[in-house]
Every structure is written in structure tokens, then in C-alpha cells.
């Protein structure tokens, strides 16, 4: 009988370990990347997501399930320490004195990419979420995973996942815009979007996708 990638992983099957990467590893650093807005950093984030999947594998229950939740929620976990970590950092160059500006003529041309600019306001307005409500509109709208899955990553109730998810999405249109005001831009509407019943669907999915 085939044992199941979790059990094998838990073994310490290197093979196992491999087979998680190739599935994970893509969907782990995009999903950091929209947390960082920093490739360098989410590479990094990457890197100990998974070096923390080995270290923890024997904390994994025996059986057939995914273990997809469970690595997004180690993902959670390292990026929420590198959260801490950027701060002390920025603190500790507050002390010194600035250093002299000098032009940067990457930022000038990333500035006129609309589509970039969306995304920068995007994720402020996203990082202006109380913790625990980012944690989920990131697992279940940026990553797609379903209530039951994001309730399994961060060890909460899916109603908990679905309640944080409802407030998160209330606010986010209105710092979206506020961001986008401060950058001197205007938000276009937004395409509607509806709750997706049930915990193997996605969270959300905006009309013109279903119609696709």
C-alpha cells in the first residue's frame, strides 16, 4: 500500500520533502511576495518556510489530508518573525542621521506602471489590517485556500476564518482607495464579488471569473 505524502514526510523521506517543494515551493514564494513586495526577501521567507518543514515534520499526524495548510501556516509563522524583525531593524536606522537623498530613476519609471502603482496601494491597505485579519484575506484571497484550510493553517475555528474574512474585505476597499488618493491616483469600481458557499470553495471569486 502507497503511503501518503504525509506520512512519508514525517518519516523523513527526502523524496517526500522534494515532491512538497516542486508542488509548494512557487505557491509559498508568490504568497510571500505579496506579503514583502520584496523578491529578495521572499526567496528568503521561502527558504525558511521550508527549513522549518523539515525541522517540524514529526509533528505531523499520521493520515491521508494535505499538508498544504500546514505549510502555509508555518509560512504565516516566518513572515510574521520577519515582520518583528524589519521593524527592530527600521528602529535601529531611525537613531542615525538619514544619509543624502540621491535619485533613484527606478522609482520615477515604476511610478508612471499603473499597474504597479495599484499593487504598492494594494498592499498597504492590506498592511493596515488588524494581524489576524490579513492572515486570512492573505490565505484565502491571495492564496486561495478554502475556509477549512486557512482555519487548519492558523489552528482557529472556520467560523472565526470566515468572520475575519467578511471585516477584512469591508475595510480594504475603503484604504485601497485611500492609498491610492495619497499616491494621486483614483481607484476604478471594483468588479463584484461574491462569498463563495461552502469550505472547499474559494473564498472569493469576482462575477466576470464565474462568467468566464
Known sequence: MKQSLRVRLRAGDPEAFRQLYQELGQAIYAHAYRATGDWSAAEDAVSLTFLEVWRLRGRLE????????WVYGIATNVLRNRGRAARRHQQTLA?????????DFADEIAERI????RLA?????VSRLR??????FMLCVWSDLSYAEAAEALGIPVGTVRSRLSRARARLLKLTEQE?????????PPAPVRQIQGDRGPA???T?????
Open 114 to 117: 499603473d499597474d504597479t502603482d
Open 204 to 206: 472569493v471569486r469576482s
Open 121 to 125: 496601494a494594494a498592499r498597504a491597505a
Open 180 to 188: 491610492l488618493n495619497r499616491a494621486g491616483k483614483r481607484m476604478e
Open 131 to 136: 494581524r489576524s485579519d490579513r492572515d486570512v
Open 208 to 212: 466576470q471569473e464565474k462568467a468566464r
Open 95 to 103: 537613531r542615525f542621521p538619514a544619509p543624502e537623498s540621491v535619485p
Open 62 to 69: 499520521d493520515g491521508d489530508e494535505s499538508v498544504r495548510p
